[in-house]
């Protein structure tokens, strides 16, 4: 049985030690555990967990005028090659510029995000937003949905400052029945995630 109140813990647990400063929540020595490997995030010089014999993919929208969006993919299906597409996996975004675009704040933002999830899926889970010891807020939400003639379980994790202009977000999902089969899989990945690691930038630029 799926044990949802541990890994929406550990999802929140995952992004308050997410950072944006040099400060990393994977020591830059610590070997990955077995069946898995450190995946450099190019964009950005952090790194993510991969499962060995899955994929990884990344992109950016640097568009002028418009929202600023980095997206992290780790899927058992190669998603790099299907569009961004895949049936099993992580995804990992970053957003930022959209207050500009749009005229809402982050809180906004993901208020709309969240009524989005409601009107396409079924909620199982929702966590009211908490706020954490650095002002951020999180926010979990659950759902079954249906995507071209498939049911899916996600879980999503949204990280945000009220009146800021960034949030980041994950979202965790496979096929419905499968979710017990990649609950652990999941959970090792969203434990430890750098996305942003200014030494590693550093270095790559030099």
Same mark, same amino acid.
């Given at each position: 049985?799926? @044990? @949802? ?65 980095? @997206?992290?993919? *780790? ?12 049936? %099993?996996? *992580? ?8 207050? =500009? ?5 982050? /809180?906004?933002?993901?208020? @709309?995000?969240?009524? =989005? ?31 071209? /003639? ?25 096929? /419905? ?10 959970? %090792?990945? %969203? ?11 550093q270095r790559s630029r030099n």
């Amino acid at each position: 049985m799926f @044990r @949802r109140e541990k890994i929406t813990l550990s999802f929140v647990l995952t992004f308050i030690l997410i950072t944006i400063s040099s400060l990393s929540c994977a020591e830059k020595d610590e070997p990955a555990p077995d069946g898995f490997v450190w995946q450099k995030m190019e964009l950005t010089g952090g790194k993510i967990l991969k499962p060995d014999d899955w994929f990884f993919s990344e992109a950016y929208k640097p568009h002028e005028g418009e929202t600023k969006y980095f @997206r992290w993919i *780790v899927s058992k299906e190669n998603a790099a090659e299907n569009k961004g597409v895949y049936d %099993t996996g *992580v995804a990992v975004n970053l957003m930022f510029g959209f207050k =500009q675009q749009t005229g809402m704040s982050s /809180d906004q933002m993901v208020r @709309r995000f969240v009524s =989005q999830l409601e009107s396409v899926g079924k909620v199982v889970y929702y966590k009211q937003p908490e706020k954490i010891p650095d002002e951020r807020k999180v926010l979990c939400i659950e759902t079954i949905e249906e995507k071209n /003639d498939k049911k899916y379980h996600v879980l999503y994790s949204f990280n945000w400052w009220d009146d800021g202009d960034l949030l980041f977000y994950s979202s965790a999902g496979s096929l /419905d029945e499968e979710w017990c089969k990649y609950e652990k899989i999941f959970n %090792t990945i %969203t434990q430890a995630i750098d996305i942003i690691n200014f030494d590693n930038m550093q270095r790559s630029r030099n």
